[in-house]
């Protein structure tokens, strides 16, 4: 998808419609919309981070929505095409809770080495907090991203090895009410 034209080419639509959870007529428009916002086909990071923005007005979205960016980035090109858009859109909003749970593993895992360390888990919990602010009442058990990170570790780490791996992650994950509703958020909304 080099120069952008104003369609999708037939191939293009037909290899889309096999990776998504989109019909024909839905890729379209997203596609006239992904290019209207994008008019060279390519979404950069602080574009992305504008789009969070305008969800989370009260919180600071930033440091989450570029952690979301790169698991979108799958090239790590450093920009989104509508290829890798469409894709995580699909998987976020219409794909199985398995799918959800693979994509939300590849944000966890931010050295990409198969397995979620505490510290990994903290950094993005740290984000969502700072992105909702104070929108979300919590318990005391998670009143600070700390508190929420040693809960799940607790909960999930059924090994005690200070790790997640994806079995692990994806067992404790379906356990966890909140994370299961968290991966339903985009549901329905396309």
Same mark, same amino acid.
């Given at each position: 998808?080099?120069?952008?034209?104003?369609?999708?080419? #037939?191939?293009?639509?037909?290899?889309?419609? !096999?990776?998504?959870?989109?019909?024909?007529?839905?890729?379209?428009?997203?596609?006239? *919309?992904?290019? +209207?916002?994008?008019?060279? *086909?390519?979404? %950069?990071?602080?574009?992305?981070?504008?789009?969070?923005?305008? /969800?989370?007005?009260?919180?600071?979205?930033?440091?989450? !929505? %570029?952690?979301?960016?790169?698991?979108?980035?799958?090239?790590?090109?450093?920009?989104?095409?509508?290829?890798?858009?469409?894709?995580?859109?699909?998987?976020? %909003?219409? *794909?199985?809770?398995?799918? &959800?749970?693979?994509?939300?593993?590849?944000?966890?895992?931010?050295? &990409?080495? *198969?397995?979620?360390?505490?510290?990994?888990?903290?950094?993005?919990?740290? !984000?969502?907090?700072?992105?909702?602010?104070?929108?979300?009442?919590?318990?005391?058990?998670? !009143?600070?991203?700390?508190?929420?990170?040693? &809960?799940?570790?607790?909960?999930?780490?059924?090994?005690?090895?200070? /790790?997640?791996? #994806?079995?692990?992650? +994806?067992?404790?994950?379906?356990?966890?009410?909140?994370?299961?509703?968290?991966?339903?958020?985009?549901?329905?909304?396309?």
């Amino acid at each position: 998808m080099g120069n952008r034209p104003s369609k999708l080419s #037939k191939d293009e639509l037909l290899q889309l419609q !096999a990776d998504t959870h989109f019909d024909k007529k839905e890729l379209q428009q997203w596609y006239k *919309g992904f290019l +209207k916002d994008c008019p060279s *086909g390519k979404l %950069s990071e602080e574009g992305f981070q504008n789009i969070y923005r305008q /969800f989370f007005p009260n919180g600071d979205s930033s440091e989450f !929505a %570029s952690k979301v960016f790169h698991v979108f980035d799958k090239d790590s090109s450093g920009e989104i095409d509508f290829k890798e858009f469409i894709c995580a859109l699909s998987i976020t %909003s219409r *794909g199985s809770v398995e799918d &959800k749970l693979e994509w939300a593993f590849q944000l966890y895992d931010l050295d &990409k080495d *198969g397995k979620i360390s505490y510290d990994e888990m903290l950094e993005i919990v740290k !984000a969502i907090y700072k992105m909702v602010g104070s929108m979300v009442q919590l318990p005391d058990d998670e !009143a600070t991203p700390e508190k929420r990170v040693s &809960k799940i570790f607790r909960m999930m780490d059924k090994d005690e090895n200070g /790790f997640l791996d #994806k079995q692990e992650f +994806k067992e404790g994950s379906q356990r966890d009410e909140s994370i299961v509703s968290a991966l339903s958020l985009y549901d329905g909304l396309v």
